[in-house]
């Protein structure tokens, strides 16, 4: 009992130690605006670092997390162009740009940024929009240059302006469709389109770009809904249940079912995986136009589909990967049957004048628009994807209920025509 210790003696050391312990803890956590030994090390040779740290502290952070801060990048070696570039500015003593464009990236990213600007993801997403107006002689060239671009029996033509935007114009269209087609927008200094629509600053980590979140950002929506779709395949439930296992860092190139044991939106169309190798064109594992309304095989549509086939193999077995295309195939033929359908029916109006070529114009064009552009792609893209519930009652059902309103009213309007009562 003589050399008991004190019982007041024992709880204030306990208090002491553990609020060390809080303090330590406290202190040692990386945040936005704290000061880890990383954040120190990049700020003390990075000029810019150094007065970002007061001014958006949260960005110096995240970029002295990413790998480019631990291979020597500096924030100059993106930011700072000559001085005749036309998208730079003066800077605190620096000509700089405030967002990199592909011909930064391409100082150091020459094949992807080749890749890229070949791919749908450049011109022609801004060409959906605006056709050729915002491009230069050059940039008009090179866009023109990409396969699927080419007209003829393998090829669409898409450099067309796309009515609903001047019907929207600029009221609208900076908030809404513009926002993800600036993905291929044209820029001053001779390049197109913006990396960091999917590779979001300043971090740039691999588990972000390998996530289907960053494709969801665009791929979503009555039009377009692959990332819906995606979450209602099993794939999408592997990832929704079991991603925060899977290893998300692993170096481009050398991904396995071991890191990924389910496929995300990149290992599909431009992840290394199994024999493929990486890939930022991400129309060459595709093999038809699905976004079309009549979808056509694209150029090389054979050897894309074998590329992707690559891919699936690495979990499937060849009979279930061809039973998987030849339903998706047939799904694809009836859609386009009933969208062509309904293409003659618009067309034959049109040619007796009884409405007007104008897009838009009344309501039955509309109708069958929607037809195809919501119901028709819907049910397409669902049937290569695995989403049943997408194809059917999101795609083929509303397809058809669709096309049977455009049969109807085409009919009253004949009538009214004949008539002579339709103004």
């Not at 936005?32 to 958006?56: E, I, L, N, P, Y």
């Not at 989403?387 to 085409?410: S, T």
Request: charged residues 20%; hydrophobic residues 30%; contains cysteine.
């Amino acid at each position: 009992m003589r050399n008991q210790i004190p019982r007041t003696v024992v709880v204030g050391s306990a208090v002491v130690i553990i609020t060390l312990l809080v303090i330590y803890l406290f202190t040692s956590l990386p945040k936005g605006g704290g000061t880890t030994a990383q954040q120190a090390s990049f700020t003390g040779v990075d000029k810019c670092a150094t007065c970002h740290q007061r001014v958006t502290p949260d960005i110096v952070f995240q970029y002295a997390s990413s790998t480019m801060a631990k291979s020597g990048v500096k924030c100059e070696d993106c930011h700072v162009v000559g001085k005749g570039n036309p998208m730079g500015h003066d800077h605190e003593g620096f000509f700089i740009t405030s967002t990199p464009t592909p011909k930064q990236c391409a100082r150091c990213h020459v094949r992807e940024t080749s890749e890229f600007e070949h791919s749908r993801h450049a011109g022609p997403a801004w060409m959906a929009l605006t056709g050729f107006d915002d491009f230069s002689p050059a940039q008009k060239e090179l866009t023109k240059s990409i396969a699927e671009l080419t007209r003829g029996p393998n090829g669409i033509p898409t450099a067309t302006r796309n009515a609903i935007f001047d019907m929207e114009g600029p009221n609208v269209t900076p908030a809404a469709c513009q926002s993800c087609h600036a993905i291929g927008k044209p820029n001053k200094d001779g390049s197109i389109g913006n990396c960091n629509k999917c590779h979001l600053r300043h971090e740039f980590s691999l588990a972000q770009v390998r996530k289907p979140e960053v494709c969801g950002q665009c791929h979503l929506g009555p039009d377009h809904p692959q990332d819906e779709i995606y979450k209602e395949s099993a794939h999408g439930v592997m990832y929704a249940t079991e991603g925060d296992k899977w290893n998300w860092g692993q170096k481009p190139g050398r991904l396995t079912t071991r890191d990924l044991p389910a496929p995300t939106c990149a290992t599909c169309h431009m992840s290394g995986f199994g024999g493929q190798g990486t890939t930022h064109e991400v129309g060459t594992r595709l093999s038809k136009f699905l976004f079309a309304a009549v979808s056509s095989e694209r150029p090389n549509g054979p050897q894309n589909r074998l590329a992707m086939q690559g891919v699936c193999m690495n979990c499937h077995s060849q009979p279930f990967i061809k039973g998987v295309y030849e339903r998706a195939d047939s799904v694809t033929s009836f859609v386009n049957a009933r969208v062509e359908e309904a293409t003659n029916i618009i067309n034959g109006l049109i040619k007796d004048n009884i409405i007007t070529s104008r897009p838009f114009a009344t309501q039955i064009s509309f109708d069958a628009f929607d037809l195809w552009h919501y119901y028709g792609r819907t049910a397409k893209f669902a049937a290569y994807m695995g989403g049943p519930d997408y194809v059917q009652w999101h795609g083929v059902y509303p397809l058809l209920k669709q096309l049977n309103k455009v049969k109807e009213d085409a009919a009253t309007l004949r009538a009214e025509h004949r008539r002579g009562t339709r103004p």
